[in-house]
């Protein structure tokens, strides 16, 4: 009985609380609720994408950008994130300068690796994002080209181990771009040793896990204080940490620091700037790059691997280009890379239909009023779902087809700018979107030049689940043929 009281006082308090909580947000938030919120139940909203499965969450995400399309909102309780799907409405927030910040999910991601650039804002962001992108500014391009041959040709050595068999491209992709975004930082040859690489990229999948269970799950950031999964993570940053020492110690060793501000080596920046960064800024951002940089571009590779794998005609093209364009196939120069152009427009297109970063995350600074006519207060939560913006069939007509001639320049230039944003845009867009593009072209070219690439895993068979980079439940298998030449 007397339990049963408490109970009842216990319920009676919870319930006030919740309709004082619930008038307070509802009346700062107003403009929010006039935005069409996803189907969901009364009160608690859409709380059951809290607990269905992955596959699940993926095709609800789908179905809802075709449904409230041009924006819509999720919400849990008297918490409320708005989805935004036309380009003009992401202009006006990606376009802004003013609106730098990312929110909690990177709050929690800065707790986990540091505050490097990705999850700075305000005036910090701008003085590193002015600083660092000295070492991505196309001046300076050719400058990489030796590091994605080399690190292509040791690809292409491990994969003459597996031949003829299924391989899983993501495990050798990660590994090649660790490499490749490693030496491009210090700017020469990479001394850390395969086991460190393995370390490094087992430690950064448990932190992008986390991550990825922690932005669907909010419960998370308090199971994560508790439970066991600490120790996952803290395991994974101690090697995370390891690996970083010998990053940052084979530049010592093999090449005294120059502190030169002039250089376009980002390590020697990052030294130089002794005003931004002091050692323990310097490892986070090298931290931020590597695990950003690496993760990006061996999710881009491997789905580009097996879109090759899928269409020998496309594969029959660009491999004609390489033997057109390039002089020395084992070390294609800057100019004849560049000048690929049926390789960019089918690297474009693979990122259209498989864009690396399917979403992008932001929090209102200030108030703004989107060209679709909704009032969107300060700190309202957004997210960018890439993949959708990439389908939307108002600016690509059959928009599920693989066509690279929609880059073609006849067909880009009446496109929206922010219609196509596989490196976001804006001023926080990817700092080395073009170095990207170049060093995709470098891989699948040496790769190319060896191998002709078989598909296991079938592009119509596909089904993916979310993640912080786009992400298959099942793992991307190609064949690698030798190419007899
Ligand atoms: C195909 C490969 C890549 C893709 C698709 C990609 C995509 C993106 C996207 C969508 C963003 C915006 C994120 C946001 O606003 O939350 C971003 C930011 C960024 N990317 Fe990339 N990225 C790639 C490769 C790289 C590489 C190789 C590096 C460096 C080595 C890099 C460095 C950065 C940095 C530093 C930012 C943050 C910029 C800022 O906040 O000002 N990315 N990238």
Known sequence: MFLAACFIILFIIFISKWIIFWKKIRAASKSLFDIPRADGIPIAGNIGDFFCSEVEKWKRSRERASKYYPIYRIQVFGSNIVCLLNPEDIQTILGDLKQTSKGDIHDFFGRLIGNGIVNSEGEIWHKRRKLLTKSFHFSVLRNYIEIFNNGVKRTVHHLKKEVNLPVDVLRHSKNLMFRIVNESIVGEKTTVEDKDVEQYIEGAQTIMKILHYNSTRPYMTWLYRNISMRDEVETALKNISNVLAKVLAGKDSTNPVKNDEHSWKLLDLLRAAKNLFQAQEIKDEVNTFLLGGHNGSATALSYILMVIANYTNYQEDIYEEMKTN???????????????????????????????????????????????????PTGTHLIIHIFDVHRNAAVFTEPDKFNPDRFLADNVRDRHPFSYIPFSAGPRNCLAQKYSMLKLKACVCGILRNFKLEPISLLKDMVFVPNTVLKTKEDIRVKFVSRKT
Not at 339 to 367: A, H, N, Q, T, W
Request: proline letters at 8%; one cysteine or more.
């Open 326 to 376: 390039i002089s020395d196939m084992e070390n294609p120069t800057y100019a004849e890379l560049k000048s690929m152009d049926f390789l960019d427009r089918f690297l474009k297109e693979c990122i259209r239909l498989y864009p690396p970063g399917p979403y992008i995350v932001r929090k209102l600074d200030c108030e703004v009023v989107t060209k679709s006519g909704y009032t969107l």
